[in-house]
């Protein structure tokens, strides 16, 4: 397809802009003209070009409306219509963050309760919803670790992660200074006691934890783990990336958990945007709620306000409070799903996950063969090792079925990894489509393997040269 | 109201697959003790129509404001209709990050598109895909500098918006970086002599926006040339995104990034998000800075695609030793964004000349009140900081007609009393000046 700017044509605009009603000043005077630029090289293009652009752009892109997206680790639920609208309404849409209190009541009210809500469903003491993402979360938390042992005028230095954890927990601890040790899985896939035993001293700040790992499987030992952490005065972290596992099932601050960053675009629905917006609150124990950020909200005479006055806060994550209006989304799935509505939402996406899990175990290696959660991880090394064809063949091979392929290659410690997660808004038809395609393409893996290797062969592009992007990059276009 | 599709048929003959009979012995590795026995507190379950009607009551305890005075750091301005159509073609927002290129090229493409406009109107050779926004954009370009220059100070210009300054710091303390704040000048420009004074050799960025927090324009090339003369970096952000459509813009005068918001590019004004950080550089540090990067390829057949690149910088891949920690970043504000700058084109210029026009109105309207004043001397784009007898009492009298007055400088200034900085956008008529004049009469 072309690009934006090989339509354009000088002279075009695709909206105008009004005539001034107020007198006009001189521009060059006002400004000074050697502040002013020259060109201003944009494209140039009518309205219905641009619309038909984007439009045909959109029939490019597959997201969850067109079709199952068992992406796992993302939790990539259906994204309910009423959410949107609800966030498009003039009162959430309108408000300037710096338009006094009197004016944003019902924005305040709705955060107020949304912390609430997740301090009741996570069991923590209070919630930030300032991140805008999981990592930026995760970076907030591991801040505030750091804050806490400041504070107690401890150095800890290090930061525990298992091996199988997201690439975002070591990344966020490097950017708060801390050294990372990774710590070893055992052999059914929960954190190695053993080595978490030779690892914990008082140098260590935290253990930074998914549970549900990231092999979808609930951590076995959590108290032991908890124990070991805290005994040596450490913070346990919780990587809430994988939250619909356990929603009204358990509450990771009575498993012992000190602080815990959500992913509001994973468990509370809200659309993941083609790769943002997000949200990533992060909740607090009462050991470490002095070092929230700010500002926080405060009620004083039956009306609420921020409040900066917070002395032991790490300071701001974000300019603002937060995507606010991504908040609005969650608030209102929550609030129409309720404790039932959740509780059966974790019930169906374990169930789901199960089921697939089940229904492929003949097929694909799995490597860790028990109970999973929200999410199941295959191996793709019979296929690699039988037939050549690898993980990656087999993702591209699904998307001529009309599936979005699961995550590939992750956890790490999985050779040729395939990670689904299906979760609970889709139903058994779906799941049992998906899985005869992944059956068919077990079979044909073993039969003609280049039929795998081919694909995708429905899609605008074939595969593309990833090494050449990196190369020789091109980020910009310029006109050759 | 939930979203599950099974039957009881469905879940009995799926728990007959998986060889249970009840779905709670799924959950049978959490620890007995654990295990909630009881509902959590939340309220009940609604109906679609009562959630709605609830989100209409709850977005009616906000008052919406007549007319908004206030920018700093967000501004209200008009979104051309075609900008929330495509935003909300669900193609692209029930996606996620494009990790599979060849179903992703629309969202790829687009991405590719926003980062050329990005680069070309900051005067720069590469842009990202964008940051969480604009104080996390320049806190995330300060720590690379300092990554790359081995030093450990920042300088930071006061006259940058005070919420970015306190992200810096967060980002900085984290680090063990310093922070040192550099005074403006009666022209409400940053201070050179202070900057000359300050640095050093320890020195890794200084930060300054232009225009800056109270609207006045810097002069960017002299600070560059001392920034450069002792080895630091110099990182320059702007406030509103539509001064770049008739400003110089600091990459073309010797800025190493160019750090902003990019909300005002066709993003509601929410109530502070979701916006945009923009992030431009140097071609030459394009494998160190942080964010997805879309770039240009090939298929086996030669047609042209699209794909996710150099993700060696990034955390799935490198871990601890990543440029960044950021994974999912503004994509769809991004997109907004992009359509919005296609859609006005060249017309970008004429909207920043109407920005300038009102601005310049709504300043001589309130200098003829009795007792206000300018502060600062230097030219403005579209706000403007004025003294008067009691901003206190001014912005009351106009919460009362309804209006978001001006933003109170001494909130984060306690040298800058009874200050209001105004915003004048295309959003404000001549009939809405003449009313403000009128009511702080």
Not at chain 1, 146 to 158: C, H
Not at chain 1, 165 to 182: I, K, Q
Not at chain 2, 65 to 85: C, F, K, N, R, S
Not at chain 2, 258 to 273: D, K, L, R, T
Request: aromatic share 8%.
């Amino acid at each position: 397809m072309e690009l934006i700017f090989e339509i354009s044509k000088p002279g075009r605009a695709a909206t105008d802009v009004p005539a001034s009603d107020v007198p006009a000043v001189n521009i060059e005077e006002t400004i000074g003209s050697s502040y002013l630029r020259d060109d201003l090289d944009m494209p140039e293009v009518t309205e219905i070009d641009l619309v038909r652009h984007y439009t045909n752009l959109s029939r490019r892109n597959f997201g969850v409306d067109l079709g199952f997206y068992p992406l796992g680790s993302c939790t990539m639920k259906y994204n309910p219509k009423l959410n949107e609208n609800a966030a498009a309404l003039p009162g959430f849409t309108g408000l300037h963050p710096y338009a006094d209190a009197e004016f944003s009541q019902g924005n305040l009210q709705l955060i107020a309760e949304m912390q609430q809500y997740l301090c009741a469903i996570f069991g923590m003491a209070a919630f930030t919803l300032q991140p805008a993402a999981g990592a930026h979360g995760e970076l907030t938390g591991v801040m505030m670790i750091k804050k806490y042992f400041e504070k107690k005028g401890e150095k800890r230095r290090i930061i525990l992660i298992p091996d199988a954890a997201h690439g975002t927990n070591p990344a966020s601890s490097a950017l708060c200074g801390f050294e990372v040790r990774e710590l070893k899985s055992n052999a059914e896939g929960g954190v190695d006691i053993e080595h978490l035993q030779t690892l914990m001293t008082e140098d260590v700040a935290a253990l930074m934890l998914t549970n549900p790992n990231t092999l979808g499987l609930f951590e076995r030992n959590i108290e032991k783990v908890a124990a070991m952490i805290h005994g040596k005065g450490g913070l346990l972290y919780g990587d809430g990336a994988n939250a619909n596992a356990f929603l009204g099932k358990v509450r990771p601050g009575d498993l012992g958990f000190d602080v815990i960053q959500l992913n509001l675009h994973k468990t509370f629905s809200t659309p993941h945007g083609g790769g943002g917006p997000g949200s990533g609150p992060v909740g607090v124990s009462k050991a470490l709620v002095d070092f929230l950020p700010v500002p926080r909200l405060v009620q004083a005479q039956g009306k609420y306000q921020w409040s900066e006055d917070f002395p032991d806060s790490i300071g701001r994550v974000r300019a603002f409070y937060g995507n606010f209006n991504v908040i609005v989304k969650a608030y209102t799935y929550l609030r129409s799903l309720g404790a039932e509505g959740l509780k059966r939402a974790t019930e169906m996406a374990v169930l789901n996950a199960n089921y697939i899990k089940e229904k492929l175990k003949p097929y694909f290696e799995l490597p860790y063969d028990r109970v999973c959660m929200h999410e199941c991880v295959f191996s793709g090394k019979r296929q690699a090792a039988e037939s050549g064809v690898h993980t990656t063949d087999i993702a591209k091979k699904l998307i001529d079925y009309g599936y979005h392929p699961p995550t590939i290659y992750f956890p790490l410690i999985v050779p040729e990894a395939i990670m689904i997660e299906p979760t609970e808004t889709e139903s058994k038809e779906t799941l049992d489509a998906f899985c005869e395609a992944m059956i068919a393409i077990a079979k044909e893996a073993k039969e003609n393997p280049a039929g795998v290797k081919n694909a995708p062969l429905t899609t605008p592009v074939g595969r593309l040269d990833e090494v050449l992007a990196a190369r020789k990059p091109d980020v910009c276009w310029k006109k050759s | 109201m939930d979203y599950c599709p099974h039957t009881s048929d469905d879940i009995r003959q799926m728990k007959a697959v998986i060889g249970i009979r009840d779905v709670e012995e799924l959950f049978a590795d959490i620890p007995e003790k654990f295990k909630l026995k009881k509902m959590l507190d939340l309220p009940p379950a609604l109906s679609e129509q009562q959630t709605f009607s609830l989100m209409r009551t709850i977005a009616g305890k906000n008052r919406l404001p007549e007319m908004i005075l206030t920018g700093a750091g967000a501004y209200h301005h008009y979104i051309p209709a075609v900008v929330g159509h495509i935003a909300g073609r669900a193609e692209f927002y029930t996606a996620y990050t494009p990790y599979q290129a060849e179903i992703s090229q629309g969202i790829l493409q687009a991405i590719y598109e926003y980062q050329t406009m990005i680069a070309r109107l900051t005067g720069m050779e590469i842009a990202n895909a964008s940051m969480y926004d604009g104080a996390s954009a320049m806190a995330e370009a300060a720590v690379l500098c300092a990554k790359m220059s081995n030093r450990t100070q920042m300088l930071v210009a006061r006259s940058v918006h005070p919420e970015y300054r306190q992200v810096l710091r967060t980002y900085c303390w984290a680090n063990g970086y310093t922070v040192v704040e550099l005074p403006y000048e009666p022209t409400g420009r940053m201070d050179l002599h202070a900057l000359e004074k300050q640095l050093d050799d320890q020195a890794a960025a200084v930060l300054v926006q232009s225009p800056n927090f109270f609207g006045v324009i810097e002069d960017i090339a002299p600070i560059a040339d001392l920034a450069h003369q002792k080895g630091a970096l110099l990182v320059a952000g702007f406030t509103d995104g539509t001064s770049l459509g008739i400003l110089k813009p600091a990459g073309s005068l010797g800025a190493d990034f160019v750090v902003g918001e990019g909300q005002s590019f066709g993003n509601p004004i929410n109530y502070g998000g979701p916006y945009l950080g923009i992030f431009a550089a140097r071609e030459k540090y394009m494998r160190r800075i942080p964010g997805r990067l879309v770039g240009a390829t090939v298929d086996k057949n030669g047609q042209r695609g699209f794909v996710l690149t150099l993700q060696t910088r990034e955390q799935h891949i490198r871990r601890e030793k990543a440029t960044s920690n950021i994974c999912s970043n503004e994509a769809l504000c991004a997109l907004a964004a992009g359509v919005y700058l296609a859609a006005l084109g060249k017309n970008l210029r004429k909207l920043a000349e109407l920005n300038i026009h009102k601005a310049q109105f709504l300043k001589k309207q309130l200098l003829e009140l009795s007792g206000w004043k300018e502060v600062f001397s230097a030219p403005v784009y579209n706000e403007f900081v004025l003294r008067c007898p009691d901003s206190k009492k001014a912005n009351e009298k106009l919460k009362n007609e309804g209006i978001v007055g001006g933003y109170e400088l001494q909130r984060d200034y306690p040298e800058l009393e009874n200050t209001l900085l105004f915003c004048a956008t295309e959003m404000i008529s001549k009939a809405d000046i003449d009313k403000v004049a009128k009511i702080l009469q």
